[in-house]
């Protein structure tokens, strides 16, 4: 299928939940928030879009300003179609459902994407940092962090700020 | 010159029977230890040397200026050994700290005591016991009251674990090796290691040495019954489970380092020694030469009898650098399900055998 | 009579030890020597590429990708290089195609090589071990011959290759080839059909296929479960499009499809098929010029591209977003042992100790790649 026939089963399907943005690339499409998990069990469930396997999940931060934006990159082993939805999340309260137990590796992926940027995955059992220490403070991958000055008693150096690229 | 022999030479010189023992063991103990550490330092560079050439490599050479291994690495071993004593002695702060230093010993003296009853020569023989088979299974199992306690005294998963395995394989095994070894004692009507080694001379069919090995099916069935089960009971490789590196790290002996190690070390090439004795005086014709009456006597005896000892060994490793090692219960399975009652089957075959043509 | 209670244990598989090749730590819950979970514990080596990626230049991320997948460093080149032309929509010559595939497949060959020799390892067999190094270091010397390095090559540039392959190339690895394909058949024969090896692997750890595409995992584990998934022959990206090679997939020869030792089977299969790549781009490479198509300043497009691309451990993905400048806005790479590991509490609950080992080492994951 491509992503204007997709497009389309999940406008049917839920009326609205498609917002229109022109930046997209080829295979995006950016989805509201607030059904994803009915949104996600439609995409894997339905026979004819059937989602089965969950690629990746990035989590973007868009800048200063933006929101964080968790993406997901699905894929068909059946019908062999790809598609990539984007979800947009406040920044002061970042949170979305967890897709954790349609797709299995959604556990993971959720919790990196929860350990570098803060995003709440809800309903997740299990949602814990993963590559960072337990107690690390800050979400990394944000543009704004600012790294902690000692950790258990190291000192953790600051990297000086250069004088931009070029 | 075994232990009987000295005592008689005391015996005549005077009456001092206490200090004639003593003697006598202290006289014949001393170089038995001096062939189970030889044993241990040839075993181990033979071991690094076939290692390499089956893996194509060429194993520790001693290149470059000095002589820091000896020409072809003669010298690693040696240097092993001084590194292994040298090391510093930890005991780890949490181990049952009696229990830890009595395990090594508890082993060495297994394998010691073992070693004593190996006829490696007509004459070269510690001590000829009437029961030698019996005596050298029965002593061969005090190893595993030794490695149990090095795993529970360390107090560490790794060496509890190796230990438990350790000692249900040994235990399973020894039933095996014991049911086999069974068939040479009936074939022959005793269990004094010289005896049994007499019955093996002459020919059959004019060429074959009368091994008991050939002399029937059942003997030879038993024979690699016996084998396997000897390598399952110095926990070798495909049998290695005790100490398998890739999963327990070192299995029961995770902890020890510096000499309590090489104790270990020590008291498992001489455990390789001591069974391989046992199968070459049981089933090949111990220090007979495999022509039979050709460079038969005297001290050809010994040379026989350690190149047989050695080709064993040789087999030994050259399974644990072939095969994969096997899972705790598949090695189970092998023991109780197949080994056993073929073993069995064995002993009954060689009775019907022996009524009928022997 | 009472009933006797048997307490589980709790056993720390590393973070040192001789069989998480590299530092992993699985918290395994036992009742004696059978497991009942396993929570494997990441991050130990966790070296922020991420968020490095975000302050270098986008060549400079090239060296970072190296250290993700340091087994096979050309494939994560190759995947973050074809990423990022894509992003900027460049037309390498085909001289640097082919340079790229045959690098690709040499070290994915060196990887397999590495993978089923330590698989080996793992369930006790050394010699085979020893063997297959010794031929992958044959490859190792040809990468260093032609750029210097023996691991971490850093030779894929966006737009080209570091260096052209040497005059003789071809020859060296066309003899190579030829020493090479033969000594499969020794593998085969010293591990492979050895008994003990099929009662250690086959039927254990089954993963079935619907369970391996939910969990993610991808590349030879994928295709040990019987699913026909290459990113070379579906998405094909590069040359690739061009090679006549199979896809092997598992087939349960011994036990059941989807066990160790289809995973391990399908990688031995898959070297096989990467000489016969390999064959096929010797005999057609081109001459041309390897550094025409690099740009002198990488300044991408705004914009944002994933792409995946098969690297020896499966679908290694780079997602790359640009805000315009020079350095990157985000990187993101999906690393296929990640998920590859993420399956292992799945398939080796009941299983022994042992196994557990047995299928963490049919995984083949490599923790560098994993903790990024």
């Known amino acids: 299928m491509t992503l204007t026939e997709i497009k389309t089963a999940i406008e049917k399907q839920f009326p609205g939940s498609v917002l229109e943005n022109e930046d997209l690339g080829e295979h995006q499409v950016e989805l509201k928030g607030d059904q994803w998990l009915e949104l996600a069990t439609f995409l894997k469930t339905d026979p004819t879009l059937c989602f089965d396997q969950l690629e990746c999940i990035t989590g973007v931060d868009t800048g200063e300003e933006g929101p964080l934006q968790s993406r997901y990159n699905l894929h068909s082993m059946e019908h062999r179609h790809k598609i990539e939805v984007i979800i947009s999340h406040d920044r002061e309260n970042p949170k979305v459902a967890s897709i954790e137990q349609l797709w299995h590796i959604g556990d993971w992926f ?43 008693g190291i000192i953790v150096p600051k990297i000086k700020e250069e004088e931009g690229w070029e | 010159m075994t232990v009987d022999m000295l005592m008689d ?6 009456d001092f029977p206490v200090l004639a023992f003593i003697l006598a063991v202290t006289i014949s103990g001393i170089p038995l230890f001096l062939v189970m550490a030889l044993n241990a330092m040839v075993a181990v560079y033979v071991e690094r040397k076939v290692s390499a050439f089956m893996m194509d490599r060429i194993g520790p050479m001693g290149q470059g200026p000095g002589l820091h291994a000896g020409k072809w690495g003669l010298l690693q071993t040696a240097a092993d050994a001084v590194k292994l004593l ?34 490696f020569s007509q004459t070269l023989q510690v001590v000829d016991f009437n029961v030698g088979v019996f005596y050298i299974i029965a002593v061969g199992s005090i190893g595993v009251i030794g490695i149990v306690m090095a795993g529970w005294a360390s107090n560490n998963k790794w060496s509890l674990y190796g230990a438990m395995r350790s000692a249900a394989q040994i235990i399973s095994y020894e039933i095996p090796a014991g049911l086999s070894i069974i068939v040479p004692i009936m074939m022959a009507g005793t269990m004094n290691l010289q005896e049994l080694i007499h019955y093996q001379s002459g020919s059959v069919w004019g060429i074959l040495p009368n091994w008991i090995i050939f002399n029937n099916p059942f003997s030879f069935l038993a024979f690699f019954i016996f084998f396997i089960s000897a390598i399952a009971e110095t926990n070798r490789t495909p049998f290695d489970i005790p ?17 309590r190690w090489a104790i270990f070390f020590l008291s498992e090439y001489a455990n390789m020694l001591i069974v391989s004795g046992l199968a070459v005086a049981g089933f090949l014709g111990g220090w007979r030469s495999p022509i039979p009456g050709l460079f038969d006597s005297g001290a050809w005896g010994l040379f026989w009898f350690m190149g047989k000892v050695a080709s064993l060994i040789f087999i030994m490793m050259w399974f644990r650098w072939t095969f994969p090692r096997l899972r705790v219960d598949q090695l189970m399975h092998v023991c109780w399900k197949v080994f056993i009652p073929i073993a069995m089957l064995n002993i009954f075959g060689v009775g019907i055998w022996k009524l009928i043509f022997g | 009579m009472g009933v006797v209670h048997g307490d589980q244990m709790i056993l720390n598989i590393g973070p040192q030890h001789p069989s998480t090749h590299g530092v992993l730590r699985l918290e395994v819950k036992t009742d004696g020597e059978i497991v009942s979970e396993v929570k494997p514990h990441i991050g130990y080596l966790h070296r922020c590429f991420e968020k490095h990626s975000e302050n270098v230049t986008y060549e400079q991320v090239i060296p970072f990708t190296d250290r993700c997948d340091y087994l096979a460093a050309m494939n994560s080149n190759f995947g973050y290089v074809v990423a990022m032309e894509e992003l900027m929509e460049i037309k390498v010559p085909e001289r640097v195609d082919f340079i790229r595939v045959i690098m690709g497949e040499l070290n994915r060959i060196a990887s397999h090589l590495l993978a089923l020799g330590v698989y080996g390892l793992d369930v006790g067999a050394f010699t085979p071990f020893l063997y297959m190094l010794r031929d992958r270091e044959r490859i190792l010397d040809m990468f260093e011959y032609t750029c210097g390095a023996r691991l971490l090559y850093n030779y894929m540039w966006v737009g080209g290759v570091s260096h052209d392959l040497p005059k003789d190339f071809v020859k060296i690895c066309g003899d190579f080839l030829d020493y090479f394909e033969p000594q499969i058949s020794e593998y085969n024969e010293l591990l492979t059909y050895n008994k003990i090896f099929i009662e250690r692997t086959a039927d254990v750890g089954v993963l079935p296929a619907d369970v391996a595409v939910s969990f993610g995992v991808t590349g030879p584990n994928l295709r040990g479960s019987g699913v026909k998934w290459d990113v070379r022959k579906d998405e094909p990206y590069s040359i690739y499009d061009r090679f006549d090679f199979d896809v092997p997939t598992g087939t349960g020869e011994f036990g059941t499809v989807g066990d160790c030792f289809d995973r391990y089977w399908v990688r031995m299969l898959e070297v096989k098929e990467s000489v016969k790549i390999l064959r096929q781009a010797l005999k057609d490479i081109p001459d041309g010029d390897v550094h025409q198509a690099i740009p002198k300043k990488i300044r991408p497009p705004k914009g944002s591209v994933y792409r995946r691309t098969e690297s020896p451990r499966g679908d290694l993905g780079y997602y790359i977003i640009s805000d315009g400048t020079p350095v990157a806005s985000r990187v993101k790479m999906r690393s296929p042992a990640f998920t590859a590991l993420s399956v292992l509490d799945e398939i080796s609950r009941g299983w022994m100790i042992s196994d557990v080992i047995a299928i963490l080492g049919s995984l083949d994951i490599v923790l560098g790649e994993i903790d990024r």
């Not at chain 2, 030479?9 to 005077?14: D, R, T, V």
């Open chain 2, 86 to 119: 040298v090391k510093e002695d930890t005991v780890p702060e949490s181990s049952d700290k009696i229990l830890f230093k009595m395990a090594p010993f508890i082993i060495f003296i297994g394998a010691f005591i073992g070693l004593a009853a190996v006829p």
């Open chain 2, 9 to 14: 030479w005391f015996a005549a010189i005077g």
């Open chain 1, 110 to 152: 959720e919790r990196e994407t929860y350990d570098m940027f803060g995003i709440v995955y809800e309903g997740h059992r299990d949602l814990r940092r993963i590559l960072c220490p337990d107690d690390w403070e800050g979400w990394p991958l944000r543009k704004d962090y600012e790294g902690q000055e000692n950790y258990h």
């Open chain 2, 243 to 259: 100490e398998a590196e890739s999963e327990l790290v070192a299995g029961w002996m995770t902890e020890y380092s510096g000499f």
